[in-house]
């Protein structure tokens, strides 16, 4: 329990100071997102109206401390402030319009890549020193080479050339939103390449990471001693030797699941796809600094509470974690 | 990257960043089920690369989704840069009074509001004065002191003399009073916009916003595109979807527009790119050397235009006019004594300009300036904008024929912007754009009042141009309702640009419309150039949808 309290006491500051370089990072920054506006306008923009569009983006010069204070004040409200770019809809209800994209497809992608990366890596541990040991390196080829270039690689051939798959977008917009099937059918047709991509990219490490636990593990003298008693193969290799070589990915895997909100930057910048990453390459490019808060913001939260669960499960999992305490 | 500033047109200030609008499918169209069945009329629109779309309809708003400005809610007096006279719409006359300090406007009758109430005078001045209870709602900056509806007419009251805003009062879009008096108008989205515009919103989501046509429109008759789509398109996608001829109009640039587009249907993929800002070469003529004029005439003399638009722009744009008219919007304002007048590459001519005006060529050829500075300047400008990169080096090779070194320094946009404001770029490129006409052109790159004195910020006028006969001209403009004596003013300034070239125009900039005639025509084109083009242009994109009719199949 202590060893519990003390975790969130530490993962409590962390997310205060997360909190306030979210604040000082935008601000330090230069750049001025009033000027990009105008330049973007052509010149097109009586220069009088500056003033209205500072005073309707919030930009002000009142102390640093005055301002930090009103964004904590606001941030308890859960108010994370109004887009430039979207203005002015608020940053949140444009992070609500993508969370679902990208929890979708980098959601279902990671736990697909953790599942099928883990039993490929159980299964060639234990078919070690066979043919299937030349599985690894190919594996490993594809995390290796550069996302992107893969990712266009596979636009070239299923999207361009063959034309099996659409090239961007999340969904046709022919159909009409909702639950029917052509709606959802286009959405899942939108994925196929895009999700293909990240679990190519990504599950070689949870292979990697799998096979090397078990052939630590299947040395482990109870793994000798189930195999001399005759035990059916499966039950060694899933009850007695993976059960005990999964733990640290298990914890991995958890810390997958909280970077899932940060989206994929590249895969859905190369897909167009409207997800959270998108949106903050988008605010970057615009120098929407509220938008650019609030998502590193939510990025940064899930991330420690993502942290703070791993190591709760750990106490779970792990009897020495709670003895230590 | 192609630079975004292409997608952004001059659209009233309103529209930019915006993001596309979607109609519904049940608004005023039918299909009969039966034999001879009329199958509604869809007009799909890329006006500018989004992602995806947010709920904002608000008019107010500088990132208000397109069409929401011309479709929805609609002008007073429609002024478009190609018309050389505003075209009464909500309102049916514009009247001065007050030496130019009082507009009076008469409304028209029997003109309703999309939920069915009628339109009038006191919706009109309650929007004019919510820009004055909310400032930050004024992004065109309108001097608007109150004003006050009285029977079926607005008075609005000025805080200056107001001629020179006439164009932008009359394109001010109104809001109806019974929904927005309770709103706050700098913060509410809009989500289900009410206008008097031939078009409401239907269906919106954020991959698509369509537009149904209004059963209630005052001028239905003109009206007869049935819906308007605007699926998202990114930079990424938006040139195949274009050869795939599912846009019937876009605005956005295409590299090689013929083989791209135009080839994949040649009867029916037609484009037309008329002018809409200029390019000028812009040097703080505050500061030595480039106060010189004739260090100005020469570079304008040794700058090869044609290839600049033949290679760093493909060809799409017209070089710039002397007088820095944006034609052929602006042709009707031209002084007779330019009518012909083109700028010339003259490489010995600017040499021998030089020899005389002291500028000696120094033994790495090299010239030095009378007071012993050599010749050598950074050409500041964004790195991301491709086609000004390609621009700067042109120019450096060309230069060096008359002894000028010209460095192309690429930065990130936001020092460029920080620099020209700072006046301590040497020599770059800007955009002043057409505005509402050639008043609204001059002003931005030399009225004084947007300039600044060296070591504080200027507004917009970067070269720093202040010289008292062209105030005197932009006065004379703006304190006048007289259009001949605004004409005689304007001409004033074009012989200014002519003669003393505050900045140096390169080239216009081109107004990205791109159309098929496959399904609607009546578009307008060089022949008949009633409007600029681009499906992000207000108020233009209202006059060419009242001009569109589908082809019958």
Known sequence: MKYFLRKLGLYAFIAWAAITLNFLIPRLMPGDPVGLLVNKLHGNIDPNAIAALKKAFGITNAPMINQYWDYLVNLSHGDLGVSLTYYPVPVSDVITSALPWTLGLVGITTIISFFVGTALGIWLSWRRGTWTDSIVPAMTFFSAVPYFWLALVLVLIFGVTLGWVPLSGAYDTGTTPGVNAPFIGSILQHAVLPAVTIVLASFAGWILGMRNMMMTTLGEDYVSMAEAKGLRTRTVMVRYAARNAILPSVTSFALALGSVVGGSILTEVIFNYPGVGYTLFLAVQSQDFPLMQGLFLIISLTVIVANLLADIIYIFLDPRTRSEG | ?553
């Open chain 2, 1 to 553: 990257m192609r630079p975004v500033k292409r997608f952004f047109g001059i659209a009233a200030a309103v529209t930019i960043s915006a993001m596309a609008l979607a109609g519904c499918s049940d608004g005023g169209t039918t299909v009969n089920g039966g034999s001879g069945g009329t199958v509604p009329s869809v007009l799909s629109i890329m006006a500018n690369t989004v992602p995806s779309y947010q709920r904002n309809f608000n008019p107010f708003s500088p990132s208000v989704n397109l069409g929401t400005v011309g479709f929805v809610y609609e002008p007073l007096i429609l002024n478009s840069p190609a018309q050389a006279q505003g075209i009464p719409w909500l309102a049916t006359a514009l009247a001065w009074s007050n030496g130019g300090r009082t507009a009076t406007f008469t409304i028209r009758d029997g003109v309703k509001w999309s939920d069915g109430k009628p339109f009038t005078a006191e919706d009109v001045a309650f929007s004019f004065n919510l820009l004055v209870t909310s400032p930050a709602t004024n992004i065109t900056a309108l001097p608007i002191s109150n004003a006050t509806a009285s029977g079926n007419t607005v008075t609005v009251n000025l805080s200056q003399v107001g001629y020179a805003y006439e164009q932008a009062l009359g394109n001010f879009t109104p809001v109806p009073k019974h929904l927005w008096a309770s709103q706050d108008a700098t913060k509410w989205t809009n989500p289900t916009p009410i206008g008097t515009g031939p078009y409401t919103l239907g269906a919106f989501s954020t991959q698509l916003v369509t537009y149904a046509k209004s059963k209630s429109y005052w001028q239905a008759d003109k009206i007869k595109v049935d819906k308007i789509e605007y699926p998202v398109a990114t930079p990424e996608t938006f040139v195949s979807n274009l050869g795939a001829g599912k846009y019937d109009w876009a605005g956005g640039f295409v590299p090689n527009i013929d083989k791209l587009f135009v080839n994949k249907d040649p009867k029916h993929n037609k484009y037309w790119f008329p002018g809409d800002s200029l390019t000028n070469l812009v040097m703080n003529v505050q500061k030595a050397p480039f106060n010189d004029v004739n260090l100005r005439k020469a570079i304008s003399l040794a700058v090869d235009r044609n290839e600049l638009a033949k290679v760093a722009e493909l060809g799409y744009v017209p070089i710039a006019n002397p007088t820095g008219l944006v034609l052929p919007a602006m042709q009707s304002y031209m002084d007779p004594q330019y009518a012909n007048a083109k700028f010339t590459y003259n490489v010995s001519e600017a040499n021998s300009i030089l020899d005389s005006a002291g500028y000696t060529k120094g033994p790495d050829g090299i010239r030095v300036s009378p007071d012993g500075k050599k010749l050598s300047f950074d050409i500041t400008i964004p790195s991301g904008y491709t086609d000004w990169v390609t621009m700067a080096k042109l120019l450096q090779t060309q230069l060096q024929k008359v002894g000028i070194q010209a460095n192309p320094q690429g930065v990130s946009s936001t020092s460029w912007s920080n620099e020209l404001h700072a006046g301590t770029f040497q020599m770059s490129f800007y955009y002043p754009g057409i505005g509402t006409g050639p008043y609204d052109l001059y002003r931005s790159f030399m009225s004084k009042e947007l300039s600044a004195p060296a070591g504080q910020s200027a507004t917009l006028n970067y070269g720093r141009w202040e010289d008292p006969q062209t105030e005197k001209y932009l006065a004379a403009y703006g304190n006048t309702g007289d259009k001949a004596a605004q004409k005689a003013a304007i001409q004033g300034l074009e012989g200014i640009v002519v003669n003393q070239l505050p900045s140096i125009p390169l080239l216009q900039g081109a107004n990205w419309d791109e159309y098929r005639t496959a399904n609607f025509t009546g578009w307008p084109d060089a022949q008949n150039p009633y409007a600029l083009g681009a499906p992000y242009q207000f108020p233009d994109n209202l006059l060419v949808i009242t001009h569109l009719t589908p082809v019958k199949k």
